[in-house]
């Protein structure tokens, strides 16, 4: 008997030095290794990592389009700063479209109850964003924090909102680290997600989305407020 065609086997991912080098200079600045507001050069970047300036300034574009580099006339590449009115942005969009997959997900949870359903997913991402709050590293619970809040957006299963989120990731990522660190107690970060928490595994919509959208309100107006004492000082 040919049993050939039974199995599927995904094929390797190449992936191009452009990408590669786009990858490590993302992973440096949203692990803070590179700081926000740093001016970055071709030929210092293309010297740490290793690759041509040419492979450098493709990579730089790529970052410019996922928001966390600025290139500025004349004078080169600067990571990106958030400022006050940045922080606003960010959590209005982010208060529309999670409230947005909340609801879907709340659906879900309520039409697929088996084990395999969205519920487990939600339960191990909160699971691992409690275990990051009880060993208190900053940059595991950012982490954590996000991947939480995107496996909610990736579990409404609505390709075009997906995409929308993707377009803002990475901005997301630096302004949950800014947030998380105005909370001197971590069991604060687990508490202002456990509502939301609930209510999705409740299967309560409206609980569901009334709760995403007061968590970004709330922790979004505590960011904007500590930005604008910063500008002011």
């Known amino acids: 008997m040919d049993t050939s065609s039974i199995f599927t086997v995904k094929k390797v991912q190449k992936r191009t030095t452009e990408a590669q080098a786009a990858d490590r200079l993302r992973d440096a600045i949203l692990s803070g290794d590179i700081p926000l507001g740093a001016r970055l050069t071709e030929i210092q970047m293309a010297e740490q990592v290793g690759v041509s300036r040419g492979t450098i300034r493709t990579a730089f574009h790529q970052l410019v389009q996922e928001g966390l580099l600025v290139q500025v006339p004349y004078t080169g590449w600067t990571v990106m700063t958030l400022s006050a009115h940045d922080a606003w942005e960010l959590y209005t969009l982010?208060?529309?479209?999670?409230?947005?997959?909340?609801?879907?997900?709340?659906?879900?949870?309520?039409?697929?109850?088996?084990?395999?359903?969205?519920?487990?997913?939600?339960?191990?991402?909160?699971?691992?964003?409690?275990?990051?709050?009880?060993?208190?590293?900053?940059?595991v619970i950012a982490?954590?924090?996000?991947?939480?809040?995107?496996?909610?957006?990736?579990?409404?299963?609505?390709?075009?909102?997906?995409?929308?989120?993707?377009?803002?990731?990475?901005?997301?990522?630096?302004?949950?680290?800014?947030?998380?660190?105005?909370?001197?107690?971590?069991?604060?970060?687990?508490?202002?997600?456990?509502?939301?928490?609930?209510?999705?595994?409740?299967?309560?919509?409206?609980?569901?989305?009334?709760?995403?959208?007061?968590?970004?309100?709330?922790?979004?107006?505590?960011?904007?407020?500590?930005?604008?004492?910063?500008?002011?000082?």
């Open 143 to 233: 982490q954590e924090d996000m991947n939480l809040h995107k496996a909610i957006v990736t579990l409404s299963n609505h390709r075009r909102l997906i995409e929308q989120y993707s377009l803002i990731e990475h901005q997301v990522r630096i302004y949950i680290q800014s947030s998380d660190a105005l909370v001197l107690d971590p069991d604060e970060i687990v508490g202002q997600h456990d509502p939301i928490v609930r209510a999705l595994l409740q299967g309560e919509e409206d609980a569901a989305v009334a709760f995403a959208a007061r968590h970004n309100e709330l922790e979004g107006a505590i960011l904007v407020e500590h930005l604008q004492k910063l500008d002011q000082a």
């Open 94 to 139: 982010r208060a529309s479209l999670e409230a947005l997959a909340s609801r879907l997900v709340a659906q879900r949870v309520r039409n697929e109850p088996a084990a395999d359903g969205p519920s487990t997913a939600i339960t191990s991402a909160f699971a691992r964003l409690k275990a990051a709050c009880s060993k208190g590293d900053k940059r």
